[in-house]
Protein backbone atom coordinates (compact mmCIF):
# COMPACT_ATOMS: atom_id res chain seq x y z
CA UNK A 1 0.00 0.00 0.00
CA UNK A 2 0.78 3.68 -0.64
CA UNK A 3 -0.41 7.17 -0.45
CA UNK A 4 -1.71 9.17 -3.26
CA UNK A 5 -4.34 11.40 -4.26
CA UNK A 6 -7.45 9.03 -5.89
CA UNK A 7 -9.39 11.22 -8.39
CA UNK A 8 -13.14 9.23 -8.67
CA UNK A 9 -15.92 9.77 -10.71
CA UNK A 10 -19.05 7.74 -10.07
CA UNK A 11 -22.22 8.00 -8.80
CA UNK A 12 -21.95 9.84 -5.97
CA UNK A 13 -19.89 12.57 -7.84
CA UNK A 14 -16.37 13.80 -8.60
CA UNK A 15 -14.21 13.63 -5.63
CA UNK A 16 -10.63 13.68 -4.54
CA UNK A 17 -9.28 12.16 -1.79
CA UNK A 18 -6.05 10.94 0.09
CA UNK A 19 -6.09 7.79 -0.02
CA UNK A 20 -4.23 4.13 0.81
CA UNK A 21 -3.50 2.32 -2.68
CA UNK A 22 -3.03 -1.16 -3.51
CA UNK A 23 0.05 -1.44 -5.25
CA UNK A 24 -1.80 -3.67 -7.62
CA UNK A 25 -3.96 -1.01 -9.12
CA UNK A 26 -0.92 0.89 -10.40
CA UNK A 27 -1.22 0.78 -14.23
CA UNK A 28 0.74 -0.64 -17.07
CA UNK A 29 4.29 0.39 -17.17
CA UNK A 30 7.85 -1.59 -17.87
CA UNK A 31 9.34 1.24 -14.85
CA UNK A 32 8.17 1.64 -11.39
CA UNK A 33 9.41 4.43 -9.16
CA UNK A 34 9.50 5.32 -5.83
CA UNK A 35 8.40 9.03 -6.08
CA UNK A 36 10.09 11.55 -3.65
CA UNK A 37 8.35 14.82 -5.11
CA UNK A 38 5.78 15.86 -7.25
CA UNK A 39 4.23 19.46 -8.00
CA UNK A 40 0.94 21.48 -8.75
CA UNK A 41 0.55 23.14 -11.96
CA UNK A 42 -2.54 24.68 -13.42
CA UNK A 43 -3.85 21.85 -15.39
CA UNK A 44 -3.10 19.49 -12.01
CA UNK A 45 -5.29 22.16 -10.11
CA UNK A 46 -7.85 21.43 -12.78
CA UNK A 47 -7.99 17.66 -12.30
CA UNK A 48 -8.13 18.32 -8.24
CA UNK A 49 -11.20 20.58 -8.07
CA UNK A 50 -12.77 19.35 -11.21
CA UNK A 51 -13.29 22.42 -12.74
CA UNK A 52 -12.06 21.38 -16.45
CA UNK A 53 -11.93 18.04 -18.58
CA UNK A 54 -8.56 17.35 -17.44
CA UNK A 55 -9.19 13.84 -16.46
CA UNK A 56 -9.85 11.41 -19.20
CA UNK A 57 -10.78 8.12 -16.79
CA UNK A 58 -11.12 7.03 -13.32
CA UNK A 59 -9.87 6.24 -10.92
CA UNK A 60 -6.43 8.56 -11.33
CA UNK A 61 -3.57 9.79 -9.15
CA UNK A 62 -3.47 13.15 -10.78
CA UNK A 63 0.35 15.02 -10.83
CA UNK A 64 1.76 15.75 -14.54
CA UNK A 65 5.36 15.87 -12.92
CA UNK A 66 7.39 13.60 -10.71
CA UNK A 67 11.06 12.70 -10.10
CA UNK A 68 12.55 9.83 -8.06
CA UNK A 69 14.21 6.63 -8.00
CA UNK A 70 13.68 3.63 -10.42
CA UNK A 71 12.71 0.87 -7.96
CA UNK A 72 12.48 -1.43 -11.13
CA UNK A 73 12.51 -1.53 -14.78
CA UNK A 74 12.73 -3.89 -17.42
CA UNK A 75 12.66 -0.47 -20.14
CA UNK A 76 16.54 -0.85 -21.86
CA UNK A 77 18.76 1.69 -20.39
CA UNK A 78 17.05 2.37 -17.42
CA UNK A 79 18.21 0.40 -13.89
CA UNK A 80 17.15 0.36 -10.48
CA UNK A 81 18.52 3.28 -8.13
CA UNK A 82 18.49 5.45 -11.80
CA UNK A 83 17.43 9.27 -10.75
CA UNK A 84 14.33 10.11 -12.86
CA UNK A 85 11.86 13.19 -14.02
CA UNK A 86 8.88 12.89 -15.38
CA UNK A 87 6.89 15.89 -16.99
CA UNK A 88 3.67 15.11 -19.29
CA UNK A 89 3.09 12.62 -21.64
CA UNK A 90 -0.54 12.65 -20.82
CA UNK A 91 0.67 11.89 -16.81
CA UNK A 92 -1.90 12.55 -14.28
CA UNK A 93 -4.89 13.13 -17.39
CA UNK A 94 -4.81 9.56 -19.29
CA UNK A 95 -2.20 7.74 -16.63
CA UNK A 96 -1.60 7.44 -13.21
CA UNK A 97 0.39 10.31 -11.74
CA UNK A 98 2.70 11.93 -9.79
CA UNK A 99 0.78 12.84 -6.45
CA UNK A 100 1.53 9.33 -5.02
CA UNK A 101 4.48 7.58 -3.28
CA UNK A 102 4.65 5.25 -6.14
CA UNK A 103 4.13 5.56 -10.42
CA UNK A 104 4.65 2.88 -12.55
CA UNK A 105 5.38 4.35 -16.26
CA UNK A 106 6.74 3.83 -19.57
CA UNK A 107 10.39 4.34 -19.41
CA UNK A 108 10.81 6.12 -23.12
CA UNK A 109 8.83 9.14 -20.65
CA UNK A 110 11.78 9.49 -18.54
CA UNK A 111 14.50 11.50 -18.74
CA UNK A 112 17.57 11.43 -15.95
CA UNK A 113 17.78 13.84 -13.42
CA UNK A 114 20.32 16.29 -14.09
CA UNK A 115 23.29 16.16 -11.85
CA UNK A 116 22.84 20.34 -11.23
CA UNK A 117 19.69 19.96 -9.68
CA UNK A 118 18.97 17.83 -6.58
CA UNK A 119 15.37 16.35 -6.97
CA UNK A 120 13.55 19.29 -4.99
CA UNK A 121 15.57 21.24 -7.44
CA UNK A 122 13.93 19.44 -10.39
CA UNK A 123 10.22 19.79 -8.95
CA UNK A 124 10.74 23.27 -8.67
CA UNK A 125 11.83 23.81 -12.14
CA UNK A 126 9.20 20.88 -13.06
CA UNK A 127 6.62 21.40 -16.43
CA UNK A 128 6.56 24.97 -15.24
CA UNK A 129 10.29 25.41 -15.68
CA UNK A 130 10.58 23.23 -18.52
CA UNK A 131 8.46 24.78 -20.45
CA UNK A 132 9.28 28.22 -19.92
CA UNK A 133 12.68 26.92 -21.34
CA UNK A 134 11.30 25.59 -24.62
CA UNK A 135 9.82 29.14 -24.53
CA UNK A 136 13.32 30.70 -24.42
CA UNK A 137 14.66 28.14 -27.14
CA UNK A 138 12.05 28.98 -29.59
CA UNK A 139 12.72 32.81 -29.18
CA UNK A 140 16.43 32.24 -29.72
CA UNK A 141 15.42 29.46 -32.61
CA UNK A 142 13.85 32.38 -34.41
CA UNK A 143 16.90 34.66 -33.65
CA UNK A 144 15.47 36.58 -30.97
CA UNK A 145 18.74 37.83 -29.08
CA UNK A 146 18.74 40.19 -26.10
CA UNK A 147 20.07 43.14 -28.25
CA UNK A 148 16.25 43.00 -30.36
CA UNK A 149 14.40 44.72 -27.98
CA UNK A 150 12.68 43.92 -24.59
CA UNK A 151 10.89 40.86 -23.83
CA UNK A 152 7.44 40.69 -22.31
CA UNK A 153 6.32 37.90 -19.95
CA UNK A 154 2.45 37.64 -18.91
CA UNK A 155 1.19 35.82 -15.96
CA UNK A 156 4.39 36.94 -15.01
CA UNK A 157 3.33 35.39 -11.19
CA UNK A 158 2.67 31.92 -12.15
CA UNK A 159 5.50 29.30 -12.53
CA UNK A 160 5.64 29.13 -15.93
CA UNK A 161 6.29 33.17 -15.62
CA UNK A 162 8.47 32.95 -12.69
CA UNK A 163 10.95 30.91 -14.37
CA UNK A 164 11.30 32.68 -17.50
CA UNK A 165 11.70 35.97 -15.79
CA UNK A 166 14.74 34.62 -13.87
CA UNK A 167 15.75 32.50 -17.06
CA UNK A 168 16.01 35.48 -19.18
CA UNK A 169 17.32 37.81 -17.00
CA UNK A 170 19.92 35.40 -16.34
CA UNK A 171 20.67 35.40 -20.32
CA UNK A 172 20.87 39.20 -20.99
CA UNK A 173 17.27 40.08 -22.18
CA UNK A 174 15.47 42.81 -20.95
CA UNK A 175 12.48 41.43 -18.98
CA UNK A 176 8.97 43.38 -18.66
CA UNK A 177 6.72 41.39 -16.31
CA UNK A 178 2.92 41.65 -16.90
CA UNK A 179 0.83 40.52 -13.69
CA UNK A 180 -2.72 41.09 -12.46
CA UNK A 181 -0.73 41.50 -8.56
CA UNK A 182 1.12 44.68 -8.44
CA UNK A 183 2.06 43.53 -4.71
CA UNK A 184 4.48 41.04 -6.41
CA UNK A 185 6.62 43.58 -7.96
CA UNK A 186 9.39 43.31 -5.17
CA UNK A 187 9.36 39.55 -5.96
CA UNK A 188 9.49 39.94 -9.76
CA UNK A 189 12.11 42.51 -9.80
CA UNK A 190 14.04 39.95 -7.72
CA UNK A 191 13.64 37.44 -10.56
CA UNK A 192 15.05 39.92 -12.85
CA UNK A 193 12.14 41.83 -14.28
CA UNK A 194 13.43 45.33 -15.09
CA UNK A 195 9.56 46.92 -15.06
CA UNK A 196 6.74 45.55 -14.05
CA UNK A 197 2.99 46.13 -15.68
CA UNK A 198 -0.63 45.77 -14.84
CA UNK A 199 -2.49 42.98 -17.07
CA UNK A 200 -5.18 45.44 -17.32
CA UNK A 201 -3.64 47.00 -20.39
CA UNK A 202 -3.91 43.29 -22.14
CA UNK A 203 -7.02 41.83 -20.73
CA UNK A 204 -9.73 43.71 -22.72
CA UNK A 205 -10.63 43.19 -26.39
CA UNK A 206 -7.81 45.96 -28.33
CA UNK A 207 -6.96 47.45 -31.68
CA UNK A 208 -5.95 44.53 -34.54
CA UNK A 209 -2.90 46.61 -34.49
CA UNK A 210 -1.00 49.09 -31.50
CA UNK A 211 2.30 50.57 -30.44
CA UNK A 212 5.26 48.81 -31.27
CA UNK A 213 7.34 47.90 -28.39
CA UNK A 214 8.12 44.19 -27.98
CA UNK A 215 10.79 41.85 -29.42
CA UNK A 216 9.42 39.13 -28.00
CA UNK A 217 7.09 37.58 -25.65
CA UNK A 218 6.36 34.48 -23.25
CA UNK A 219 2.62 34.04 -23.27
CA UNK A 220 0.71 32.31 -20.45
CA UNK A 221 -2.28 33.45 -20.48
CA UNK A 222 -3.91 33.29 -24.14
CA UNK A 223 -7.31 35.36 -25.00
CA UNK A 224 -7.63 38.59 -25.35
CA UNK A 225 -3.92 38.77 -23.95
CA UNK A 226 -2.52 37.25 -26.56
CA UNK A 227 -4.16 39.36 -29.17
CA UNK A 228 -3.04 42.25 -27.63
CA UNK A 229 0.41 41.08 -27.08
CA UNK A 230 0.56 39.94 -30.85
CA UNK A 231 -0.58 43.38 -32.04
CA UNK A 232 2.30 45.24 -30.01
CA UNK A 233 4.90 43.03 -30.85
CA UNK A 234 7.62 44.83 -33.04
CA UNK A 235 8.57 44.30 -36.63
CA UNK A 236 9.24 40.05 -36.95
CA UNK A 237 9.06 39.89 -33.69
CA UNK A 238 8.44 36.62 -32.10
CA UNK A 239 5.45 35.63 -29.47
CA UNK A 240 5.49 32.41 -27.75
CA UNK A 241 2.18 30.56 -26.62
CA UNK A 242 2.29 28.23 -23.76
CA UNK A 243 -0.88 28.76 -21.30
CA UNK A 244 -4.42 29.43 -21.33
CA UNK A 245 -5.34 30.99 -17.64
CA UNK A 246 -7.56 34.09 -19.22
CA UNK A 247 -9.17 31.36 -22.07
CA UNK A 248 -8.28 29.36 -24.85
CA UNK A 249 -9.83 31.47 -27.66
CA UNK A 250 -7.22 33.88 -29.71
CA UNK A 251 -9.52 36.94 -30.68
CA UNK A 252 -7.32 38.37 -32.92
CA UNK A 253 -6.51 40.05 -36.44
CA UNK A 254 -4.04 38.60 -38.99
CA UNK A 255 -2.89 42.19 -39.49
CA UNK A 256 0.49 41.56 -37.04
CA UNK A 257 1.27 38.32 -39.12
CA UNK A 258 0.82 39.88 -42.44
CA UNK A 259 1.69 43.62 -42.22
CA UNK A 260 4.55 43.22 -39.25
CA UNK A 261 5.82 39.81 -40.28
CA UNK A 262 5.30 38.74 -36.09
CA UNK A 263 5.56 35.00 -35.64
CA UNK A 264 3.27 33.27 -33.40
CA UNK A 265 4.97 29.98 -32.07
CA UNK A 266 3.30 27.44 -30.48
CA UNK A 267 5.18 25.45 -27.31
CA UNK A 268 3.87 22.48 -26.01
CA UNK A 269 5.43 20.17 -23.18
CA UNK A 270 3.29 17.57 -23.34
CA UNK A 271 4.23 15.81 -26.29
CA UNK A 272 7.33 17.17 -26.99
CA UNK A 273 10.12 14.73 -28.30
CA UNK A 274 12.08 13.26 -25.91
CA UNK A 275 15.65 15.26 -27.89
CA UNK A 276 13.88 18.65 -27.39
CA UNK A 277 13.32 17.31 -23.44
CA UNK A 278 16.78 16.53 -23.12
CA UNK A 279 17.33 19.95 -24.86
CA UNK A 280 15.55 22.22 -22.40
CA UNK A 281 16.85 20.15 -19.21
CA UNK A 282 20.75 20.90 -20.25
CA UNK A 283 19.65 24.16 -20.67
CA UNK A 284 18.22 25.03 -17.34
CA UNK A 285 21.32 22.64 -15.57
CA UNK A 286 23.13 25.77 -17.63
CA UNK A 287 21.42 29.19 -17.50
CA UNK A 288 18.80 29.09 -14.58
CA UNK A 289 20.42 30.44 -11.38
CA UNK A 290 19.16 27.66 -8.93
CA UNK A 291 19.59 30.34 -6.31
CA UNK A 292 16.50 31.77 -7.53
CA UNK A 293 14.35 28.95 -6.94
CA UNK A 294 14.00 29.45 -3.28
CA UNK A 295 12.41 32.74 -4.18
CA UNK A 296 9.75 30.98 -6.88
CA UNK A 297 9.08 27.87 -4.31
CA UNK A 298 7.51 26.77 -1.96
CA UNK A 299 7.42 23.30 0.13
CA UNK A 300 3.67 21.26 0.88
CA UNK A 301 3.02 17.52 2.42
CA UNK A 302 1.18 15.35 0.13
CA UNK A 303 -1.89 15.98 2.51
CA UNK A 304 -2.11 19.87 2.00
CA UNK A 305 -2.36 19.22 -2.10
CA UNK A 306 -6.14 19.08 -2.27
CA UNK A 307 -6.76 22.45 -1.00
CA UNK A 308 -3.89 24.27 -2.53
CA UNK A 309 -5.34 23.23 -5.59
CA UNK A 310 -7.99 25.46 -5.48
CA UNK A 311 -6.22 28.30 -4.14
CA UNK A 312 -3.90 28.02 -7.28
CA UNK A 313 -7.18 27.97 -9.37
CA UNK A 314 -8.34 31.54 -7.21
CA UNK A 315 -4.69 33.01 -8.23
CA UNK A 316 -3.53 33.13 -4.61
CA UNK A 317 -0.06 31.24 -5.26
CA UNK A 318 2.55 32.61 -7.05
CA UNK A 319 5.62 30.68 -8.26
CA UNK A 320 6.10 27.08 -7.57
CA UNK A 321 4.44 24.54 -5.29
CA UNK A 322 6.70 21.48 -4.81
CA UNK A 323 4.74 18.31 -2.92
CA UNK A 324 6.61 16.10 -0.92
CA UNK A 325 4.38 12.95 -1.25
CA UNK A 326 5.86 11.27 1.66
CA UNK A 327 5.03 13.67 4.37
Known amino acids: MFKGILIEKDDAGYRATLSDIDEAQLPEGD ?16 AITGKGPVVRKFPLVPGIDLVGTVESSSHEGIAAGDAVVLNGWGVGEGHWGGLAQKAKLKGEWLVPLPSAFTPKQAMAIGTAGYTAMLCVLALERHG ?62 GRPLAKERWAGAVDTVGSHTLANVCASTRYRGVVTACGLAQGMDF ?77
Open 144 to 205: VTPDKGEILVTGANGGVGSVAVALLAKLGYTVVASTGRPQEADYLKSLGAAEIIDRAQFSAA
Open 251 to 327: PATVAPFILRGVTLAGVDSVMCPRVDRLEAWARLARDLDVSKLDLITHEIALSDAIPAAAELLEGKIRGRVVVDVNR
Open 31 to 46: VTVNVQYSTLNYKDGL
